[in-house]
């Protein structure tokens, strides 16, 4: 309270003894003959409108409202309030101020809300999905899974054909890529244990379960494929002598078998990615093992291409192609029909991974298709697909991590879906319109 203003029981005992004293009309009162709350002004003599003997003031002699007039009978002057050490009263004449309604919604008016559009938050500034705690091993799993994949489809290639250095090749590569495999996924696991626990059981609504049972079985039929490429090498007597003899009937059985299981293996891993929560893994559902397939082909096709000579790399060139026009397209279609979600594939480190993964892959078909007779340019080609193999798994993989850490790829599509499920069309006009709605 101010030093200078009255105590306020000082101002109520004042307040009551002039009530007393004058009555209820020198404040408006109901006695007052303007009624409750009415406005008075000064007339001639120092009589108010509306009160007093001095009657009404003619038109034109009324300028100033209860709340600015000064002399006797005004209620809640800035007079009055200076003389009982009051703050003055502001104007009670001022018009409301009518605030604009709102256009375009469905349901009638309201207000218009002059806020700047909503940006995307949460809690304590957490992201809303708790993103994957997977790390570079995983992407390096999803590589090495489609390039055992991609390797032993071209050793069953090179064996229905006769061509051992592709056959060759294929198997042995095939081999060094699932035991890679398998390294990355039992250190993400972080016991070998799990890698065990999870063969209990089969649950094929389950892709991480049906991922694993692949992996079994398709692991030791590449390696015996592998061994049996050792079998030349082997005595002609005794039991290595008999080995020698069983392991190449053997070895391509084994072979064939794992071709059969290739394309499962390369692409359970998009199935899997698409499950998760992610938004732009999950979205992305259709495209996905289209995408690993391809880019499993282009791998194994590259392998054959180092490994193998021009004129034993036909079925390589085939593949590259092939394995090229699936991947380009799927990796199009991800970033181009997802909308929003297509976003992180764009942009960021995913965005450049990508990029440079379609630019090699086009200069790894287009070298492979020219350097038929060059084996130089042949490896260089192959090179150059085991590069965009590597670079589109950790582009796919990146860009699912962005997506997850930013609330708006999981916001802004449950709205788009709820307001289609509802029948409703987006409101421009309303708080938060725009790229981030409220």
Not at 77 to 85: I, K, P
Not at 255 to 268: D, F, I, V
Not at 324 to 329: G, N, Q, R, S, T
């Amino acid at each position: 309270m101010s030093p200078d203003r009255a105590p306020v029981g000082d101002l109520f005992r004042r307040f009551r003894e002039r009530l007393a004293a004058e009555g209820p009309e020198r404040f408006g009162g109901p006695g007052a003959r303007a009624g409750h709350g009415a406005k008075v002004s000064p007339a001639p003599g120092g009589q108010l409108n509306g009160g007093g003997p001095g009657g009404p003031v003619p038109a034109g002699q009324e300028s100033e409202s209860r709340a600015t007039a000064v002399g006797a009978g005004v209620a809640r002057t800035d007079a009055g309030a200076a003389e009982v050490g009051l703050a003055p009263h502001p104007p009670r004449e001022v018009e409301p101020v009518e605030r604009p309604r709102r256009r375009g919604r469905k349901g009638g008016g309201g207000e218009q809300l002059n806020v700047p559009p909503a940006e995307f938050t949460s809690y304590y500034g957490r992201p809303i999905l708790k993103a994957p705690v997977w790390k570079w091993d995983i992407a390096a799993y999803l590589f090495t899974g489609g390039l055992a994949a991609g390797s032993s489809m071209l050793a069953a290639g090179g064996q229905l054909t006769g061509r051992p250095a592709l056959r060759r090749a294929g198997r042995v590569t095939s081999l060094a890529a699932v035991s890679a495999s398998a390294y990355f996924l039992i250190n993400d696991l972080g016991k070998p244990s799990r890698f065990h626990h999870m063969l209990r059981v089969a649950k094929l609504t389950s892709p991480m379960s049906v991922g694993t049972w692949i992996l079994t079985v398709f692991g030791p039929a590449a390696g015996v494929a592998a061994v049996a490429e050792a079998a030349p090498w082997l005595p002609e007597r005794g039991v290595l002598g008999l080995a020698r003899r069983l392991l190449p009937p053997v070895g391509q059985a084994a072979g064939l078998l794992a071709a059969t299981t290739a394309p499962a293996l390369a692409t359970y891993t998009g199935v899997l990615l698409a499950d998760t929560a992610v938004p732009s893994w999950h979205e992305a559902y259709p495209e996905l093992p289209t995408v690993f397939a391809g880019s499993a082909l282009a791998s194994g096709a590259g392998v054959g291409l180092i490994a193998a000579p021009p004129a034993q790399a036909g079925p390589a060139r085939r593949m590259a192609v092939a394995g090229a026009a699936l991947e380009l397209w799927g990796s199009h279609r991800v970033e181009n029909r997802l909308g929003l979600l297509s976003e992180p594939y764009a942009v960021g480190s995913a965005g450049r991974l990508l990029r440079t993964g379609r630019a090699l892959t086009a200069a790894g078909v287009a070298g492979a298709l020219v350097g038929r007779r060059s084996r130089a340019l042949s490896a260089l080609s192959g090179g150059a697909l085991l590069a965009a193999a590597v670079c589109t798994r950790f582009g796919i993989f990146h860009g699912g991590v962005a997506s997850a850490k930013d609330p708006k790829y999981t916001v802004v599509p449950q709205r788009e879906r709820a307001r289609q499920r509802d029948g409703q069309t987006p409101d421009d006009s309303g708080p938060g319109a725009g790229p981030n709605p409220g």
